[in-house]
């Protein structure tokens, strides 16, 4: 397992991290996973054994219950192996029937990270994570509560997910401004079917230093090889039609990436989930990806995908089946600015400059 550092902190995670969403499997959740305590000790020291530090929550999956088994089963490692366990978690989330049971106001998330922290039996958290935009609270009062917890030690490093690239951009600029505690990492969805944030997210990433860590790496089992063309999906799973993130807006071309993946997987002896998840380990800037499991089996190919190397022509074959056109105004500085780019440009203009 290799290990990088998030952003611009010293804190060093795993290339892979354990997420929990399966945990639980209260109300909606029950469609990802139900995995009880007992399972989810099992997966946990699977994932341990194989060298990950973080593990990934949120208190809004199973309405708190992912949290609670969390907890359970960290409380359960003997004392050394657990402080070498990072735990991460999220907030903002609706997650209640109250005006004020969601959001990213100070009240909402000073309250959520109390109630988290007894859930997950423990007297701190080790990065704190915006779970999405909140576009009506200030964002000094957002920045402010967690500075606060920060300081108050209840919270290590603090994170984002789902933004925009402006919004993220305003979120660090306002904490430069009134030293606050800075973002080091934003959770993102990147895949081989859905590239968008290479636009604006991962660029931004490489130019402020931010980790990225990345949730539901195979599209939510799009990408596990298990989705064919012209065949009927296995018992149990869900249809394409049904699926909401990522949307797919081309079947097509979802399946001619299914089917590179299963021929790059073949030529290895490995799944085409392992190859999937290794090349997103091979772009630019990404620092974890978050991987959840309803089964002992999945998890453990999953986290043979930290050793998997892929070979340059084979990463050459993935990146062209699952290109996307440039959008403005990344054709035009193409175009115009080619002579004058940075690392963060380069990181989606490079490889067009070659081509």
Do not use: C
């Not at 994932?47 to 359970?72: F, P, R």
């Not at 402010?144 to 925009?164: C, F, I, M, P, Q």
């Not at 195979?218 to 039609?241: I, N, W």
């Not at 440009?345 to 490079?350: C, F, K, Q, T």
């Amino acid at each position: 397992m290799e290990y990088r550092r998030l952003g611009r902190s010293g804190l060093r995670v795993s290339t892979i991290t354990m997420g929990t969403m399966t945990f639980g499997g209260k109300g909606g959740f029950a469609a990802v996973g139900n995995t009880d305590v007992d399972a989810a000790r099992r997966q946990v020291g699977l994932a341990l054994d194989a060298g990950v530090n973080l593990l990934d929550t949120a208190d809004m999956y199973s309405d708190g219950l992912s949290e609670e088994i969390t907890g359970e089963v960290l409380q359960g490692l003997d004392a050394g192996r657990r402080e070498d366990v990072l735990v991460a978690t999220k907030a903002r989330m609706v997650v209640g029937p109250g005006p004020n049971d969601g959001g990213a106001s100070r009240y909402h998330l000073v309250r959520s990270a109390e109630r988290s922290l007894k859930r997950l039996r423990t007297d701190h958290i080790d990065l704190y994570q915006i779970h999405e935009w909140d576009g009506q609270t200030p964002l000094e009062e957002t920045l402010e509560a967690l500075d606060t917890l920060v300081r108050s030690g209840k919270v290590r490093y603090v994170g984002v997910s789902n933004h925009t690239g402006w919004q993220l951009m305003k979120a660090l600029a306002t904490s430069d401004a009134h030293g606050y505690q800075r973002y080091v990492s934003q959770q993102i969805h990147y895949t081989l079917q859905a590239r968008d944030a290479e636009d604006e997210l991962v660029p931004l990433s490489l130019d402020q230093d931010l980790g990225i860590l990345v949730w539901s790496p195979l599209a939510g089992g799009l990408l596990s090889g298990k989705y064919r063309r012209d065949a009927s999906a296995p018992e149990g799973s869900r249809h394409l039609g049904e699926w909401s993130e990522p949307p797919v807006h081309d079947e097509g071309k979802l399946h001619d990436i299914v089917d590179a993946l299963v021929e790059v997987g073949s030529a290895h002896g490995v799944s085409a989930a392992q190859v999937a998840l290794a090349w997103l380990l091979g772009r630019p800037g990404v620092t974890s990806l978050v991987v959840g499991a309803r089964t002992e089996e999945q998890l453990a190919d999953n986290l043979a995908a930290a050793d998997l190397v892929l070979a340059d022509d084979e990463r050459a074959r993935l990146d062209a089946v699952s290109a996307v056109p440039l959008r403005y105004p990344h054709w035009h500085q193409l175009a115009t600015a080619k002579e004058r780019l940075s690392e963060a440009d380069l990181s989606l203009l490079g490889p067009h400059l070659s081509s």
